[in-house]
């Protein structure tokens, strides 16, 4: 087995009692908050990762001189479990929010030519922050814009504990409250495609909902925009791997877990090659399919249940150019192919150039074409949306593709997920798909998280460290919350 290297003198467990151990498998945001949690209490961890880093799904990479994340991961500052996670692995001065929400949204494809609108927030009270952003938004009707706002007060109405929710599509309630195709194109799908990861056609109202409600609704500054101003690695791999180490756990990588069986009356064993760890608890911190293959019988009522929640893919185009092509950190765009543009030059460590990436949620059509189709689309795109890169010269273009990032949010998918407990004493449930109440953002992976190791401190009789992230009574009354942006 590969162990994480740690300070010389302070070995793994040295801050526990040897009575309790945990074993939390799998190395992303949800196993990575399980495993500090537990161990913030005092329990002895050991965290077992089956790649060689930590992250999961928002992680980095190398390509040449180049830092390269696999995606495009932002939050908002209503995600703030994230934003406990970050403060906890001593991170969040390097992936700092807007001072307030300000999204360019750029169409190109309009007869008097390229047309920049924004969205913007005021310091106002709610819903009077989005007032004059939406009454000057260049991309909807006046008739359209009055539309959005009567939406928008029906769907402040609505009650997120309505499990009926859950049962309708996000579009058919759009075009139910009198909002047109275009207003569903350049405003609901242009937050909730990124959001959800699925147009509003194909989502659940009840997380819809959710995410309109908080992100929008509810706080002035709840959607001001975070993200990462260095690889995603240094975050969610070694600042992670530096407070796992600091809390006494002892993580594994490049170790697969083969099965979890009950041991003893009310013990755990968990196979990895050529060791076998016992445990007190355990959490399953892995996609669904994953923790399916690895429950044991009878742990969950219907655990076929795990393999009907469908997944849904994202694809990122990066392109490097000779010379600087964007003067904002970002934008989104319409009537494009393209949904939305970060500069990520400096986080990539390039230091001549400009490097953009194009982050194309519900690429179901696109996640399985060549690098040369998707070159032969998107390029011109970006010429037709950015001026300056028509005389640009492109010095690398890439592809990164996640087939299975997030789970599907249909309607209907609410019953499907599964709180953190299970029916088996001492094992339990972690991951973006769990029944946290939010899409598959990082968000939802630390709430899952946090959520799994609270039954498990419960269980262990061992008090909730006081520093953990709280949650807010509100989330618990979300429709499929376990006892529980944002962009991905």
């Known amino acids: 087995m590969t162990r994480v290297n740690r300070p010389e003198g302070t070995p793994a467990g040295d801050r526990a009692p040897a009575g309790r151990h945990a074993v939390v498998i799998g190395g992303g945001l949800a196993g990575v908050t399980a495993a500090l949690a537990l161990a913030d209490a005092g329990v002895r961890v050991t965290l077992l990762e089956g790649r060689p880093r930590l992250g999961g799904l928002a992680f980095s990479f190398q390509r040449g001189d180049l830092t390269v994340d696999n995606g495009q991961h932002v939050y908002l500052r209503c995600c703030t479990a994230y934003r406990w996670f970050l403060d ?20 190109a494809d309009r007869p008097e030519g390229r047309r920049l609108g924004r969205l913007r927030r005021d310091a106002l009270p709610v819903p009077l922050h989005l007032g004059r952003s ?13 539309g959005v706002v009567r939406a928008a007060l029906a769907l402040k109405r609505l009650d997120l504990a309505d499990p009926a929710l859950d049962d309708q599509d996000f579009g058919s309630w759009l075009a139910a409250h009198g909002q047109s195709a275009r207003a569903v194109e350049a405003l609901w ?6 959001t959800l990861n699925a147009v509003a056609g194909d989502s659940s109202l ?48 490049r170790t697969r877990v ?31 399919r994953e923790a399916h293959d690895l429950l044991p019988a009878g742990a969950l009522d219907e655990p076929e249940r795990l393999l009907s929640i469908g997944t849904a893919p994202i694809l990122d185009v990066h392109v490097v150019y000779d010379r600087k092509v964007l003067t904002r950190p970002f934008f989104a765009a319409l009537g494009s192919p393209v949904q939305w543009v970060f500069d990520r030059t400096e ?5 001549q150039g400009q490097y953009l990436a194009v982050s194309q949620s519900v690429a179901q059509n696109e ?15 970006l010429e037709r949306l950015l001026p300056r890169t028509r005389g640009a010269g492109v010095r690398d273009f890439f592809v990164t593709r996640e087939r299975t990032a997030t789970f599907a949010p249909a309607p209907g998918v609410g019953r499907l997920r599964p709180g953190a407990r299970t029916k088996a004493p001492g094992l339990y449930l972690a991951g973006a798909w769990t029944a ?52 991905r």
Do not use: C
């Open 88 to 107: 906890r692995i001593d991170g969040a001065a390097l992936a700092p929010l807007q001072n307030r929400l300000d999204i360019p949204v750029l169409d």
């Open 134 to 146: 939406l009454a000057t938004y260049p991309h909807l009707s006046l008739a359209e814009r009055a």
């Open 189 to 194: 799908d242009l937050v909730g495609v990124a």
């Open 206 to 253: 009840a997380l819809a909902a959710m995410v309109f409600k908080t992100g929008l609704l509810s706080d002035p500054g709840a959607a001001d925009i975070g993200w990462a101003r260095v690889p995603l690695g240094d975050l969610h791999d070694r600042l992670a791997r530096k407070a796992l180490d600091s809390a006494g756990v002892r993580t594994e990588v």
């Open 258 to 288: 083969t099965s979890v069986s009950p041991h003893g009356e009310a013990g755990w064993s968990v196979q990895v090659p050529g060791e076998t760890l016992e445990a007190d608890a355990v959490v399953l911190a892995v996609p669904q």
């Open 347 to 351: 986080a990539s460590g390039l230091r």
């Open 367 to 381: 996640i399985d074409e060549p690098v040369a189709a998707l070159r032969a689309r998107y390029l011109p795109e």
């Open 436 to 487: 946290t109440g939010w899409p598959a953002t990082m968000e939802g992976a630390v709430r899952s998280g946090v959520d799994a190791a609270d039954a498990a401190l419960s269980a262990l009789g061992r008090p909730r460290p006081r520093h953990l992230f709280a949650e807010e009574a509100a989330d618990r009354g979300v429709p499929g919350a376990a006892v529980r942006g944002g962009l």
